[in-house]
Structure formats: structure tokens, C-alpha cells
């Protein structure tokens, strides 16, 4: 329609937005959404053909986005986390990677007719489960902590080293093939050190710039994405290939130098790497051509997928996991799910480009390999992994916990009542000071943006039904209800009250306001530093839900019920509750019910009556003790 770079470049980042969104909205894995967009405005209709639009601008920004998505896979790479693994962890990810590389390879070479260079490279790049795809079936599935959590680790620490070990098969390859000499091959592992040594120079370097506040906030983003180019472009043009190397050791580097500043880090690869992921990964789904499309249903393509989904990753993940604590069932379900990702697919478009320049025809087949695979993979244990799961008992329960976003007096004290129910519950702050009332309360807490997606890989948010945003924030409190919304529902997602009513103030549609009557955070914080207190009272045949609603006054907030089976049902302006007998009302009650019911409680035990001041001085000193206790001075967070 229209002839213009200008305007294919806006249709490619729309569309890769718009696949973000859509995979966001109905919690499907994006590279679903972004393959279904690419191929019907590439190859299906014809629409666009970024290879030929951009011309030679294609592979340096193919190059560019697989830079990026290295140095983004390689921050979450921290080596203190890495001694926590498991052995079976620690089997698969060494031992079952290497297997499932060899096996990979012989089946690329004999099933698919690869030679054997290219298929040693596509065997590399196989290995990687990429995390951006199998946290989402994580979630979807509720698995049990152990299988959840290896395959998890799994994705996160072989998702980088998959595109360094085509590196190195290809080296390798073109030696054995008397394609280099050795001189070449000591040249590359000569080129390999530097580009290491300038990866974590450069990461280095700029963590310490960020830590000492030699750079300021609004340049922190720009400057670390310039200078993840200029490592990768500077180590490329040293030896080909070497890049994705440097900035794989420039993000391990900053994984681990305990910054401060890291949150930053993940916040620019948020903003930018998803921007420029989507984007190519558009380009590289709607430049494929119809030709290459149709090579997909091929049969020894087929073929070879089905080794790889029933031969190759069972084998690796059963032979790896010999003598470890792993049941038949864990090792059954570790060893179907492996679905492939973004990093599969974008370096083996980089490698398609280098083998095809280099001579290898047979690189031509290496794009609808990847792209069957990739697609294969995603839904076929996308929509696999639970049932499985079920199968297998590896799932969790339905569990009724509450996640509470935002960390002040009244949520630590709300957070303890819930505990003391029997159900779980997890107070999330960014700030290690907010976090100083939950500490206090012995509750479970988290420290960290629950709106970051790169907490997904240490924060598992599956046993908590409920999530309330009851930060001090309404903009942030509605942002958590909407990021959430999708998977949770709105039912079981809710706020506290706004404090700003007026009709300047629009906020996001956000979730359920919270309690009856609605109060914003700071009216109930202040209530509870004013001396009103956490009650629970529970409903009998004698003393029902009517009895109970007649007798509170009208400064009870009532907060939630707990039914007799322990689930919690908190309550919203917007409902009508009923209670039953068995039930337990939890309310935020006045000092001066308090007192009345101590006061009636005293009567009863002296059997005589005690002047109501005296109970009420009483009761007053108890609460200034307790505020002294409950207040104690500001703490630095522990040193890892």
C-alpha cells in the first residue's frame, strides 16, 4: 500500500507491541502471537517483507537483538543462586545439556540432512528452554515447588550459553573440516578471552559508575543499552562471532556485583529489550518466504521434531537425573517440557546469515527448522503441561493465600491476623524501610517492584489466590490490579480506597476497593496508630451474623470472613456478605469497643464491678508499650 521503509518500520513495531499486549491480556506465551502476526503479514498475505525493505540494515539488527538478548538472559545469572541448585538442577543444566547437544546434532544431521556444521550449531542452540516462555506454563500449570522450580532455573541458566556454544560447535566444526587451520582456531579462543575480558570490563565498569553515582537516572537506561552495542560491536569486529560472548560476560559480570542499582538495570531491560525483541522478532517471522514456510511441513522436518519432542529431551533429562531424589513422575514431566523461545529463534536467524555467507546451502533450511520447533514446542506443552501435571499429582492445590502489595503498619498487622488463619500470605515492598512493620510481625515479606517482570524469576506468586495493592500509591495500587488482572481475574484482585475523589482524578480501572466501609491506606494506618486493633470474632449458633452486625459500631471496618473450610472472602462495598455459623468476622475495631469488651470480660472474671476509667487507663498504657515495641529504629538491608 504504501512504499516506504518509514512505514513498514511503523507496521513492525505496532505489531510487535500489539502482540505484547495481546499476549499480556490472555496470558499467552508472546512468541505465539508474534509468529501468528508475522507470517500473516509476511509470507500468508504479503504485506511486508522487511529482509528486502531494509536490505543491508537486516543483519546488523538481527545482530543487535540477539545482543541484547544475551546480555538480558545473562543478568539473571547470579552465582550465589546458582550454588543453591539442587543436584538435580545441577545435572541437567550441565550433564543433560551436553547430552541433549550431541543427541540434538546427530538427529539434525540423520533426520533432517543437515551437515554436520551446521547441524552441531543447531544442536547448541536447541538446548535452551528460554524462561520468558516457561514461567507463563509455570503459572498456568501450578506445579509443585520442585519440579516448578528446576524447570525454572533450567530456562534462566542455559537460556544465554545456547548461542555461545553454536559459537563454539561452529569454530570447532570448521576446524575438524580443515576449513581453518590452528593457528585460526587459537586465533578465535585468543579473541574469545578478550572478548570476555572486555565484557567484564565493561559491565565492570559500569556498575561501578552506577553504584558511586557517576551517571544520573535519566541516563542510566540510554547508556547502558549504548554500551551492551558497543561491547558486542567492538568484540564482532575483533573476531566475528565473539560479541554474543562479551556481552554475555558483561551482564554475568553485573549480576554479581551485589549493585544496588540492579533494579535499574532490570528496568532498562524492560523498556527497551522488549521494544526492540518484539520488533525483530517480526521482521524475522515475516521475512520467511512462502517457500521456506511450506519447507516446515516437510517430512523430514516433521520428523525430526518429533525426535526432538520424544527421543532427545527425555533421553538427556532420564540419563542425568540418575540417582538423585527426582521421582519417576518428575523426571516424566522435567523430561516433556522444554518449550523453546525467542533466543532459539533470533540466533538462528544471526547463524542462518553467517553459514549462508560462509558457504553452507543447507543454512537455508535452518529458519523453518527453529521456526517448527519453536512453535511445536510452545504449544504442544503449552497446552500439555497441565494435564500432565494432573496426571502425574504434581500439581498444587487450590490455595487461598493473599499477596499484599505495599508494606506499611495497618498491612503488616492485617498480614499477621491472615497468618494466624493457617493461610499463607506475603507482604511485597520495593523499600527495605517499608518492609521494617512486616519484619516486625514475623510475616513472610519480599522485597521488590511486583510490577518488574524480571522478579517472575525469584518471585512465585502461585500459592496466593488473593493480591491486594495497598501500597501508600493509587496509581501503583490500580497498576498491580491491571498487570494481574489477566491471570487472576478481577474477583480475586482489590485495593484500598483512593485517596483523591475529586473529578480531576481518573484512576485505572484496577480492582475491587477493599473493607466496608472503604478507607484509603493512610485512614487505616492512622486508625491503627489512634489504638484500634485487629479482632476476630467467631459465629455460633447462639451468636450469629445478625447478632454480630447489631452489636459493632459504627466505626468497625470489617476487613474479611474466614469460612469454616479457611478460605478468606474479603469485603468489598460491592457485595453483600453473609456469614454462617463456623465463620470467623475479622474487623478493625474502635479502642473504645475494646475497652467495653476488657471491661465486660474483668466484670465477669472478679465478679465485681470495676470502674470503666480503670480498665481504660489500663488498656491505654498496654497499647503505648505495644507502639513502643512495634517502633524501632531504621536497619540496612542484610549483606548477601
Known amino acids: 500500500m504504501f512504499e516506504s521503509l518509514l512505514f513498514d518500520l511503523m507496521i513492525i513495531v505496532m505489531l510487535g507491541m500489539a502482540s505484547q499486549w495481546l499476549a499480556w491480556r490472555f496470558r499467552m506465551p508472546a512468541i505465539v502471537i508474534m509468529s501468528v502476526v508475522g507470517l500473516v503479514v509476511g509470507p500468508i498475505l504479503g504485506l511486508i517483507y522487511p529482509k528486502e525493505t531494509l536490505g543491508e540494515l537486516f543483519s546488523p539488527l538481527i545482530s543487535l537483538a540477539v545482543a541484547i538478548i544475551l546480555f538480558e538472559g545473562s543478568l539473571n545469572l547470579n552465582f550465589k543462586e546458582i550454588q543453591l541448585f539442587n543436584k538435580p538442577v545441577t545435572r541437567i543444566v550441565t550433564v543433560g545439556a551436553f547430552i541433549a547437544w550431541i543427541a540434538g546434532s546427530l538427529a539434525a544431521h540423520y533426520v533432517a540432512g543437515l551437515s554436520w556444521a551446521v547441524a552441531f550449531i543447531i544442536g547448541g542452540l536447541f538446548i535452551v528452554t528460554g524462561p520468558t516462555v516457561i514461567l507463563p506454563l509455570l503459572r498456568q500449570a501450578r506445579l509443585k515447588p520442585r519440579p516448578a522450580a528446576i524447570l525454572k532455573w533450567e530456562g534462566i541458566v542455559v537460556d544465554p550459553f545456547g548461542a555461545l556454544l553454536a559459537v563454539f560447535a561452529y569454530e570447532f566444526i570448521k576446524f575438524l573440516n580443515s576449513e581453518v587451520t590452528v593457528t585460526t582456531l587459537l586465533l578465535f579462543f585468543a579473541a574469545s578471552l578478550f572478548a570476555v575480558l572486555l565484557g567484564a570490563g565493561a559491565g565492570w565498569l559500569t556498575g561501578r559508575s552506577f553504584e558511586k553515582g557517576r551517571v544520573p537516572e535519566f541516563l542510566k537506561a540510554p547508556l547502558l543499552f549504548a554500551l551492551v552495542i558497543f561491547t558486542f560491536v567492538i568484540s564482532d569486529e575483533v573476531m566475528h562471532e565473539t560479541g554474543l560472548l562479551a556481552v554475555t560476560a558483561m551482564g554475568i559480570m553485573m549480576a554479581n556485583m551485589k549493585l544496588t542499582s540492579l533494579e535499574d538495570i532490570l528496568e532498562f531491560k524492560e523498556n527497551i529489550s522488549v521494544l526492540l525483541i518484539s520488533t525483530i522478532f517480526i521482521m524475522l517471522t515475516a521475512s520467511l518466504s512462502p ?227 472503604s478507607l484509603s491506606i493512610s485512614e487505616l494506618d492512622n486508625r491503627i496508630v489512634s489504638g484500634y486493633t485487629i479482632r476476630q470474632t467467631k459465629l455460633t449458633d447462639q451468636y450469629n451474623y445478625t447478632n454480630y452486625l447489631r452489636e459493632r459500631d459504627d466505626e468497625t471496618v470489617l476487613l474479611y470472613i474466614v469460612r469454616h473450610d479457611q478460605t478468606i472472602e474479603f469485603y468489598t462495598p460491592d457485595k453483600e456478605m453473609t456469614a454462617a455459623p463456623g465463620d470467623t468476622i475479622v474487623a478493625l475495631v474502635s479502642p473504645r469497643q475494646t475497652i467495653e469488651k476488657v471491661h465486660e470480660r474483668v466484670d465477669e472474671a472478679t465478679e465485681e464491678h470495676v470502674p470503666y476509667e480503670v480498665v481504660e487507663e489500663k488498656v491505654e498504657e498496654s497499647f503505648e508499650e505495644e507502639m513502643k515495641e512495634k517502633t524501632i529504629p531504621g536497619e540496612a538491608p542484610p549483606k548477601e
Open 291 to 517: 517457500e521456506v514456510l511450506l519447507q516446515i511441513f516437510e517430512p523430514n522436518i516433521i520428523f525430526y521434531v518429533l525426535v526432538m519432542l520424544f527421543i532427545v529431551r527425555p533421553l538427556s533429562i532420564w540419563v542425568s537425573t540418575i540417582g538423585t531424589e527426582l521421582t519417576w513422575e518428575e523426571r516424566t514431566l522435567i523430561g516433556w517440557i522444554a518449550p523453546r523461545g525467542i533466543v532459539a529463534l533470533t540466533v538462528s536467524g544471526y547463524f542462518a546469515t553467517i553459514l549462508l555467507e560462509d558457504g553452507y546451502q543447507d543454512a537455508e533450511m535452518l529458519t523453518a527448522l527453529t521456526f517448527a520447533l519453536v512453535f511445536s514446542t510452545v504449544l504442544v506443552h503449552g497446552f500439555s503441561i497441565g494435564w500432565l501435571a494432573k496426571k502425574l499429582n504434581l500439581t498444587m492445590p487450590e490455595d487461598t493465600g493473599v499477596a499484599i502489595a505495599g508494606s506499611t503498619r495497618f498491612t503488616a498487622e492485617l498480614a499477621k491476623s491472615i497468618q494466624s488463619t493457617g493461610n499463607k500470605v506475603l507482604v511485597i515492598d520495593d523499600t527495605w524501610a517499608n518492609l521494617t512493620y512486616a519484619r516486625k510481625q514475623e510475616v513472610p515479606y519480599y522485597q521488590g517492584d511486583i510490577l518488574l517482570e524480571p522478579y517472575d524469576h525469584h518471585l512465585d506468586l502461585t500459592p496466593y489466590r488473593h493480591i491486594a495493592a495497598m501500597s501508600k500509591s493509587d496509581t501503583l495500587n490500580a497498576h498491580v490490579c491491571e498487570d494481574f488482572m489477566p491471570e487472576h481475574g478481577r474477583d480475586n484482585l482489590y485495593q484500598t480506597a483512593f485517596h483523591v475523589r475529586d473529578e480531576e482524578f481518573h484512576p485505572s480501572r484496577g480492582g475491587r476497593e477493599l473493607f466496608v466501609p
